[in-house]
Every structure is written in C-alpha cells, then in structure tokens.
C-alpha cells in the first residue's frame, strides 16, 4: 500500500521563503508529484521527482530523499497568489494511478 | 492549448436519481483518469483508460460507477443510482501516456457533485 503525510496547513509572511513536507511509504517508488491547487480550481502541475536532490525552477524548487521517503517543496520570495493547497502525490508501484496527500493549505499573510 | 474541460462545474441531485458527468481530456491525450476527492478526505482515483479501454478500474467503489470512453475522445462517469456518501468533487485529468517516468497528469478543475 502507500501511505503520504504532509502537514494539514501553514501559515507565512508576504516575501518570506517556506517549506512545505511530504513524507511517503510506497512499494514501488516512480517519482513524486507537487501539485498546486486553488479553492475551486484544477490542481496544477508544479514539479516532478525521481532522483535525489533538488529541482529548481523560479521560485519554486522540489527536493527528494529516496531512502528517507521524504520530499519537500520550497517556495521563495512568496506572494499573496501562493495562498494555495499543495498536494504531493506518488504513481503506483507498476500503475499511473496517483495517491495523494491531503494537501497542505498554506495562508500567506502581508 | 485548452486544458482538460469538465462538465457541468456543480451538480445538486436527490438520492436516488442519476447524474451523468462529462470530462475532455486535452486533445492528443491518450490517457484519462477520473479521480473523487469527498469532504476532508484526500483526492482518490477511480479509474484510468488507455484510449477507449480501461486500463485499471480499482478505485471504482462500486457497481452504481459507471465509466465510458467511447472512441478515445471525451469520458462519461455516470452515478447511477446516486447515494449521499457520493457527494464530492470528481476530477479528470489526461496525460500523453509512454513511460511512468515521464508522463504528467493534467487536472480539470472538477465537477461538484452534491446528493441530497
């Protein structure tokens, strides 16, 4: 089975930087997903990982630790439009079907 | 490019009666995936077409599902007799399919479905 944690919502200031974690237990491991989504909207590809280290992209960067199960998304200079949902989600062992976390709502406040 | 498109955006149905939902997937996309997130809970799949075929329907909770993908374009998911505990938002997404690895899923932005 897999099984995703992520912290249930975070709060950060208008320019600050934050890390929002995921920690996953899966039995077969093909890559994580981050995900953003707005009250209403679609969930929105931010970011892929299958090897360890991190990504960046703008403001946006994803790491991954394989053998720690762990995974984190850092996002800089934020701004009011981050206020969001984040959802980190893992593919199946052998299945695109993905299993998501519960998401992490984040307020930013000025 | 348009992005995968759902329809309708809300839905208010009595137990009992039956909704049909609707998903275009982002054109050239060979994958849809139809996934429900009820209140509180995390987002769920239900199931995957490759093309017209189901390719995995295991998160479907049961009989009263039914999913269809007639010529590998656009999807129906019907809820058919519908029940309080299936009031959620159902999503869809596609991808271009090819390797796990590198195949993204796009998400539609959902359809309310509310059971009275």
């Known amino acids: 089975g897999q099984n995703i944690d992520q912290p249930t919502e975070m709060t950060a200031t208008e320019g600050a930087i934050v890390q929002i974690n995921c920690t996953y237990q899966?039995?077969?491991?093909?890559?994580l997903f981050w995900y953003q989504q707005h009250a209403g909207e679609a969930p929105t590809f931010l970011s892929y990982?299958?090897?360890?280290g991190l990504e960046e992209k703008g403001r946006f960067s994803s790491f991954l630790s394989r053998s720690k199960g762990y995974s984190y998304l850092l996002l800089k200079e934020l701004q009011m439009k981050d206020s969001a949902s984040y959802l980190c989600a893992v593919p199946g062992a052998g299945s695109y079907q993905l299993t998501f976390g519960k998401g992490t709502k984040l307020s930013v406040i000025p | 490019e348009a992005g995968v498109t759902q329809f309708p955006s809300h839905s208010v149905i009595e137990k009992g009666q039956t909704v049909t939902l609707r998903c275009d997937p982002i054109s050239g996309h060979d994958n849809l995936y139809w996934y429900r997130r009820v209140m509180g809970k995390e987002i769920k799949f239900l199931l995957h077409f490759v093309k017209e075929s189901k390719q995995d329907e295991s998160g479907m909770p049961n009989n009263r599902f039914l999913a269809e993908r007639t010529g590998g374009t656009y999807s129906t998911l019907k809820v058919q007799p519908a029940e309080l505990e299936d009031s959620g938002v159902y999503f869809c997404a596609s991808s271009q399919g090819g390797s796990i690895f590198t195949d993204t899923q796009y998400f539609g932005p959902g359809t309310r479905l509310t059971v009275l």
């Open positions: 990982n299958v090897l360890d």
């Open positions: 899966t039995s077969g491991f093909n890559g």
